[in-house]
């Protein structure tokens, strides 16, 4: 029987909120909050856009944040990547937000959090997208600053779905947040973490064994154990693999050099991502399409990596069922 061509992928599970700030945004914000920006144009902005790795990459993420600055300007991100993720064909996404990269320059958490959660309440009746929200922690700050952001989200009225890791990941494993992950699991947040996209294999582990995470974010160096790979596979551990962001990050020299198909062949429950779309050249269509064009995947291929999706989702199951 023939299967149906999926093209269009269903379910993000690897976006950060804060990496969905696409240029012309910056320059409409910086004049709403009248910041003189670094660049006299759009194209000078653009020219930044070429990266030697993840630090590299974090430190214009970060200092383009600085536009957004109250409420509105929260919303308006955040409502316009679900105008675009929709356009792309998601239908649910699991959003990454970084409190830290605005509670660290000033602005408060309230505002911040207040802004993003705004458009992603009204985003399934705007936009028929469902989401869930992961506030991620940056892992190059101290364990202790997380601890009291979270302590502060349980407290207020925005409620969250879940927490993660990101930002520079070398030099600060997993290891250091063994207690904020336990008072998240207490509290019955779903956990994940960014692990093996720069570092190590080992960072992968202690994110399984001591964060206990229910996927890992990228994970992509988990290729190089093989006891890892088959833990992975014999737990069904999700990975979110973000193939243009892989490339743009210089993690693989090429998009032809990208591990994906040995990923499946192994039996690893890969996803398909954007990461930071505004950045690394695409959002999840793209990505797809990025890929089916280079490895000409198949409508069965095309069909796995949608079903993986919706699988590694925090969803219930009957929402499940209707995605798939
Ligand atoms: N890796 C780590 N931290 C991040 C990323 C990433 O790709 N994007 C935004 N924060
Ligand atoms: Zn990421």
Redesign the pocket.
């Known amino acids: 029987m023939a299967l149906p061509l999926i093209t269009l992928p269903l379910v993000e599970l690897h976006l950060?909120i804060?990496?969905t700030l696409e240029p012309e945004l910056i320059f409409d914000l910086a004049a709403r909050n009248e910041v003189t920006l670094p660049w006299a144009s759009l194209d000078e902005l653009r020219a930044q856009y070429e990266f030697a790795d993840?630090s590299s990459?974090?430190d214009l993420?970060y200092r383009n944040l600085d536009v957004v600055r109250q409420r509105v300007d929260f919303a308006d991100l955040t409502r316009a990547y679900l105008k675009r993720a929709a356009a792309g064909g998601v239908r649910h996404a699991e959003i990454f937000f970084?409190p830290q990269a605005h509670t660290s320059r000033g602005i408060p958490l309230a505002i911040a959090l207040g802004g993003v959660h705004d458009a992603l309440a009204n985003s399934v009746a705007e936009f028929g997208l469902s989401t869930k929200l992961i506030v991620?922690f940056l892992r190059d700050r101290p364990a202790s600053e997380a601890l009291e952001i979270l302590q502060q989200i349980l407290a207020g009225d925005v409620s969250i779905d879940g927490i993660g890791l990101?930002?520079?990941?070398v030099g600060y494993p997993p290891s250091l947040f063994i207690e904020v992950f336990s008072l998240a699991r207490a509290n019955g947040l779903h956990l994940v973490a960014?692990a093996g996209?720069e570092g190590p294999p080992a960072y992968v582990w202690e994110a399984l064994d001591l964060l206990q995470v229910e996927r890992v974010d990228?994970g992509i160096r988990s290729l190089e154990d093989d006891a890892l790979v088959e833990r992975l596979v014999a737990d069904r551990i999700p990975l979110t693999v973000?193939p243009l962001?892989n490339v743009r990050?210089r993690v693989i020299d090429t998009l032809a050099d990208h591990p994906l198909l040995g990923m499946l062949e192994r039996g690893l429950l890969v996803t398909i991502n954007s990461?930071?779309p505004a950045y690394f050249g695409g959002y999840v269509d793209d990505n797809v399409a990025a890929l089916t064009a280079e490895f000409a995947l198949d409508a069965a291929q095309l069909a796995l990596l949608a079903r993986n999706g919706i699988e590694a989702s925090f969803l219930a199951a009957a929402e499940k069922a209707v995605l798939n």
Do not use: K, M, R
Request: charged share 35%; proline share 0%.
């Open positions: 950060h804060e990496g993840l990459f974090l993420y970084d991620t990101d930002s520079a990941e960014h996209e990228h973000c962001s990050l990461d930071d």
